[in-house]
């Protein structure tokens, strides 16, 4: 066989692998991420149930210029050596109103109950974070990823419906902080403070998790990405499968 047709045999067979190779790529993205030592799967859950983590920083920030900085600031805090969340490879979301940013708008609406860490329940969903008015907060935000109880103040920059205080959090002005003792309207709005002053944020999964059949599994839930891109295998096999029977 000379050097041409086998280059093109060779060519051929890896055109073949490619869709098996993108599959392998899809499903390893789709897999479930497991249980870091010492994160509990929340309470009262059954298998299938969907979820999402929140917290408090373990580290300190002033106030950013944007929200893609604060945003960047709880990301890097959940996924620091030694986080509880990291093995998750999740991103991460800044819980406040953020430069004429509505914290609902940043944080989104999954319709899913929220838990610290520690697997304990603080809002049956996300609207209720914003209801403590009428209903309280199961329990504070007062976990950090470490595992870690924490008491601080937290940058906040909204009221405790969360509508504004300004344009809420903005560099070179006074922010509104909350208590993270607190489950009443003050964990939203305790006070204000000049901007450079270092306090903390609360952080939201910017996705959900699943609780699996055995209860000891936390699987991220899979981006339509993700799904595009099984399909796209699922396509390219076909179509080297009708080629290669056309050829028969």
Avoid at 62 to 67: H, M, N, T, V
Wanted: hydrophobic content about 40%; some cysteine; charged content about 15%.
């Amino acid at each position: 066989m000379n050097k041409s047709k086998l280059h093109l045999r060779n060519h051929l067979r890896l055109r073949r692998l490619l869709p098996v190779c993108l599959m392998f790529t899809a499903l390893a993205g789709a897999m479930p991420a497991r249980l870091a030592a010492g994160l509990i799967t929340p309470a009262g859950l059954t298998a299938g149930e969907q979820f999402r983590y929140v917290f408090v920083t373990a580290s300190t920030s002033r106030i950013d210029k944007d929200l893609a900085g604060d945003n960047s600031f709880v990301t890097a805090d959940a996924n620091a050596t030694g986080s509880l969340l990291a093995p998750l490879n999740s991103s991460w979301l800044a819980f406040a109103y953020i430069n004429g940013t509505p914290a609902t708008t940043n944080i989104g609406n999954f319709n899913v109950p929220l838990y610290t860490p520690d697997g304990v329940l603080v809002a049956a969903n996300e609207n209720a974070l914003f209801n403590t008015a009428n209903t309280q907060l199961d329990a504070p935000i007062d976990i950090t990823p470490l595992g870690t109880t924490k008491s601080t103040r937290v940058w906040t920059g909204m009221n405790a419906d969360g509508t504004p205080v300004g344009i809420g959090l903005a560099d070179q002005f006074q922010g509104i902080f909350g208590d993270n003792t607190r489950t009443d309207g003050g964990y939203l709005n305790a006070g204000n403070a000049a901007w450079y002053t270092l306090y903390g944020f609360y952080g939201i999964s910017a996705n959900t998790f699943t609780v699996d059949s055995t209860g000891s599994v936390v699987s991220s839930t899979p981006e339509p990405s993700t799904y595009l891109l099984m399909a796209g295998a699922l396509m390219s096999l076909v179509v080297v499968a009708k080629r290669k029977k056309s050829y028969c």
